[in-house]
């Protein structure tokens, strides 16, 4: 083995000293948020817990559990996030795979108009007005549908299926008499699980953590998202704090307020942490080969 020169070892101490503190960046504030979420609330609100639990207590999950509204709320956000991702992959590969084909017309001028949406948008209140004319107000549909697809995406998946698909195995698999849809499920579609993760993760991600949509198009309580009532836990408790500052009668439910805050967070986020490392083999390639032969 080739002995390491000098250079070469004060390069590796730095390269891992950095990524030693970006770790902690990055971990710092999720094992706070998770020992915060187990603590004393009073030990929290004092200042006294900074990394390590102290007088540990599961009050916050136990009343995040007791939440009929919570629960609900969940539920809501898994069927929004699944239905949601689910769209948005089939438009994105129906959108992608015609894109990548180097004979079909119009396709530069077809990805021109794709990408002037990134740069102009008619903005939120003609969406709105749209929406609501679709009817799709105080519906799921006004979710899902709106953001049913990405031009960013697109134009990676695409990149994917033009730099990692070979052309010559969909030119054999069409004289074998295989028609293009035949030839998307059988043949492009396999090959392309690393760019089907990453777009899985993308939009998951984007779906579980929106709020926005449904602060405009929805009414209803029983139909909002985890995010939107977790929002509403922060900002009431906060409110709360300044109106009532020095009230000792408030005490009690500020403190009932900042467990449960802690441990909505928690939850709220658990499944997507849980997600990453089964896509992140898949992830890291995907990227990487979208980036490196785009």
């Given at each position: ?114 990408v002037f949406t990134m740069f102009f948008s008619g ?43 070979p052309g010559e195995i969909q030119e054999a698999a ?75 009668s408030h005490a009690k439910t500020l403190l009932d ?38």
């Open positions: 083995m080739e002995a390491r020169s000098y250079g070469d070892k004060w390069f590796g101490a730095v390269n891992a000293t950095l990524l030693a503190f970006v770790s902690l960046i990055v971990l710092y504030p999720l094992i706070y948020v998770l020992s915060a979420s187990i603590s004393n609330p009073a030990a929290v609100l004092n200042g006294d817990m900074w990394l390590v639990p102290k007088e540990i207590t599961f009050a916050g999950y136990s009343k995040v559990f007791e939440n009929k509204e919570l629960l609900n709320s969940y539920g809501n956000t898994i069927f929004y996030t699944v239905l949601g991702t689910a769209i948005n992959l089939v438009m994105t590969v129906m959108a992608a795979y015609p894109m990548s084909k180097r004979d079909l017309k119009g396709r530069n001028l077809l990805m021109a108009v794709m903005g939120l209140v003609p969406t709105y007005m749209l929406v609501k004319q679709l009817g799709m107000t105080n519906t799921f549909w006004a979710l899902v549908i709106p953001n049913s697809v990405s031009v960013y995406n697109i134009i990676i998946m695409r990149t994917f299926f033009q730099s990692s698909i069409a004289i074998d008499g295989c028609s293009e849809m035949r030839i998307l499920r059988s043949v492009v579609l396999p090959l392309s699980m690393p760019i089907i993760a990453v777009m899985i993760l993308f939009y998951s991600v984007g779906h579980w953590n929106a709020y926005f949509n449904a602060l405009i198009y929805l009414t209803a309580r029983e139909d909002y998202p985890l995010q939107l009532i977790l929002r509403e836990i922060l900002i009431q408790g906060q409110m709360e704090e300044m109106v009532n500052a020095g009230d000792s307020q900042e467990a449960v805050k802690y441990a909505v967070v928690v939850v709220a986020n658990l499944p997507i942490l849980l997600l990453y490392p089964f896509l992140q083999k898949y992830f890291v390639k995907g990227v990487l080969i979208g980036a490196i032969k785009g």
